[in-house]
């Protein structure tokens, strides 16, 4: 099985930043697409940003021009850089992996989450 681990979540004032990682360990593969997902209090679970093993990356609307994700295939670690936070960013940040412990077995993957609180 594949293992997440998220760190770097706390409590940041507004407009302030915060780096989160995240790595995968266990009985890889290969890893495909890995990124950041987000649920709030009362609300769904929403992505917040992906990239591919290639490097493309995908990002939501209300993140975009203030997150970057990156990645480093070697250490199977994904990060996400979050910048001029708002205390809409407030919520519990899940890593996500799409990934194969053997060939052809895909799987998705999450970490526990970790909790991003910004105050006003």
């Known amino acids: 099985q594949v293992q997440l681990v998220e760190s770097g979540g706390g409590l940041v004032q507004a407009g302030g930043s915060l780096r989160l990682s995240c790595a995968a360990s266990?009985?890889?593969?290969?890893?495909?697409?890995m990124g950041w997902y987000r649920q709030a209090p009362g609300k769904q679970r929403e992505l917040v940003a992906t990239?591919?093993?290639?490097?493309?990356?995908n990002y939501a609307d209300s993140v975009k021009g203030r997150f970057t994700i990156s990645r480093d295939n070697a250490k199977n670690t994904v990060y996400l850089q979050m910048s001029s936070l708002k205390p809409e960013d407030t919520a519990v940040y899940y890593c996500?992996?799409?990934?194969?412990?053997?060939?052809?077995?895909?799987?998705?993957?999450w970490g526990p989450g970790t909790q991003v609180t910004v105050s006003s």
């Open positions: 996500y992996a799409y990934a194969a412990i053997r060939l052809g077995s895909w799987n998705d993957y």
């Open positions: 266990g009985t890889i593969f290969s890893i495909n697409r």
């Open positions: 990239i591919t093993s290639g490097g493309s990356t």
